[in-house]
């Protein structure tokens, strides 16, 4: 499919969101926010008139100002994302409206009306104080993950990695001498588990991160290049069951990603088995930077993305 880069400017009193094609099969869309970007006090009021009444009084809950606003931006960016995605339909962000699956996994409950079938759109969100991302996805679920490089980490590594981690794991992170690699390897790791949970659906709760090892081999790291980029299809992201380790899945396919120069991200989805059979078809994945209503910014080819792992130039 061929993507375009999209940068526009729109009035404040005429809120619009570019319209995209969807996403190809086994293709992430990969949208980012920047919360300190975001001054306009007029655009933040905007984007509150597109929260339905429960969301809004779930952001005025918030405790401290930036808080609200990382709530308030997190739910702008869904509506706003999910909205590109018209197929034959004009979607106002306004409109949407969500459920949430049995573990509490936000999805879009589509209104099927004249008989005109939604899109078979899945979507995650993720956060930190600094980064807001939603990654978009067609027939398949999907899981994103970002978390801050300089993520500090208060307890010792090792301990944590015993707490949490498959001795796989622990054994790989001890083996690291230097303490700010380890430390960097352990957020990657992180990221990784957190993005293959969040895709399941099923929540920390019921997929502890011990219970399970991503085998993951890296590939070196590179640029990303327009319109996209693919995993390798030589690349490893097998899924291990600590409690069965004979329980083995390469049903998933991974990705890394240094995004913005300060936070990684790891994007998770489900292998497409329904597209002419492909099962290991190799993922691509394009990357937006956007303030919504203002600006949206393919940074896929630029040094905004660079690729840590699972990932090769198309």
Known sequence: MNIRCFQRNFSAALPHVVPLQLPS???THFWYILPDEVKSVALLNQYSELLSPCERENVNRMGGDQLKKRALLARALVRTTIARYQMN???NPRSLKFRKNIYGKPEVEWQNEDNVSPPPLHFNISHTSSMIACGVTVNVPIGIDVEEKQRKIKNN????????????????LTAISDPE????????LWTLKEAYVKALGKGFSAVPFKTFTIQFRA???RNLHPPGIS???GSEEIVESSNDPTNLTNNWQLALLEVAGSHYAA?????DKTVGGEANMPMKLTVWKTIPFVEDVCVSGTDAVLALGGIIEQ
Do not use: G, H, N, W
């Open 157 to 172: 590594i090792t301990a944590f990695a015993q707490r949490y981690f498959s001795p796989y794991e622990v054994k790989l």
């Open 219 to 221: 590939t070196a790291t």
């Open 231 to 233: 995993v390798s299809e």
């Open 25 to 27: 099969p086994m293709e």
């Open 267 to 271: 994007i998770c989805m489900e292998k």
């Open 181 to 188: 690699v380890q430390c960097q390897e352990f957020i990657k």
């Open 89 to 91: 339909c004009d979607i």
